[in-house]
């Protein structure tokens, strides 16, 4: 059964700085791996879409990593902003399964 | 082309009764998945409709069933709600092929609240 984790739960940090969140996951067969943010109440925006294949996406300021082997996704922030603020969630799939979320790291950025 | 939409936007309903939350998949998309998300956790995954069929389901009890119509837009209906019914029902429409699931759209969600 896939689990994923995401450490840490929360983070707080002044506007401008570089941030690197973690995605762990138990089960490497997985299909794809996706980041979405979420804003408090509100629905999921997908941000990177990594395919088993790839080694890592970018989209402007952001650059997610995938390394399967060791089970492990990393989603980096550049330059962040206070628009950044938000709870960012990652979500796992295997081959012929649904997403399996982790429990999502609550950013803060503070300007 | 049009998101993915949900309907209503936020629900109070008492303990033992029933609720129906409704989804309009993004155009193009044949397939929807439904997630409960806790306050403070993850979504968990619930059920996927696949033209018209249920097609997997997580584990949550039968009193949580679902449907989905011809336009591939989808209901959920739970019975007998429980105060831990109270949470965030996600929708996410995608296109699928015969084996995979492409990337998955989410629409805002139907906050429930159980009292």
């Known amino acids: 059964k896939q689990e994923v984790t995401q450490i840490p739960a929360a983070l707080s940090v002044p506007e401008g700085e570089n941030l690197v969140l973690n995605c762990s996951f138990t089960?490497?067969?997985?299909?794809?791996l996706q980041w979405f943010r979420q804003d408090p109440g509100k629905g999921l925006t997908s941000l990177l879409l990594i395919q088993s294949s790839q080694r890592e996406q970018t989209s402007g300021r952001l650059n997610a990593s995938l390394d399967k082997s060791s089970g492990r996704s990393t989603l980096y922030i550049a330059a962040s902003q206070p628009g950044d603020s938000a709870t960012y969630l990652c979500?796992?799939?295997?081959?012929?399964?649904?997403?399996?979320f982790g429990p999502g790291t609550r950013l803060s950025v503070l300007p | 082309e049009t998101g993915v939409t949900q309907s209503p936007t936020h629900l109070i309903k008492t303990r033992g009764q029933q609720v129906t939350l409704r989804c309009s998949s993004q155009?193009?998309?044949?397939?929807v998945s439904w997630y409960q998300q806790a306050l403070g956790q993850g979504p968990q995954f619930i059920f996927q409709y696949y033209r018209e069929e249920e097609n997997g389901r997580g584990n949550f009890p039968p009193r949580f069933s679902g449907l989905q119509f011809p336009n591939y837009s989808s209901e959920l209906n739970v019975n007998a709600l429980e105060l831990d019914d109270s949470a965030l029902y996600l929708c996410?429409?995608?296109?699928?092929?015969?084996?995979?699931?492409?990337?998955?759209?989410f629409g805002p969600g139907t906050r429930l609240t159980v009292t």
């Open positions: 996410a429409s995608s296109s699928r092929d015969r084996v995979l699931v492409d990337e998955q759209y």
């Open positions: 089960d490497s067969a997985i299909y794809n």
């Open positions: 155009s193009g998309h044949n397939t």
């Open positions: 979500a796992v799939r295997n081959y012929g399964q649904n997403f399996v």
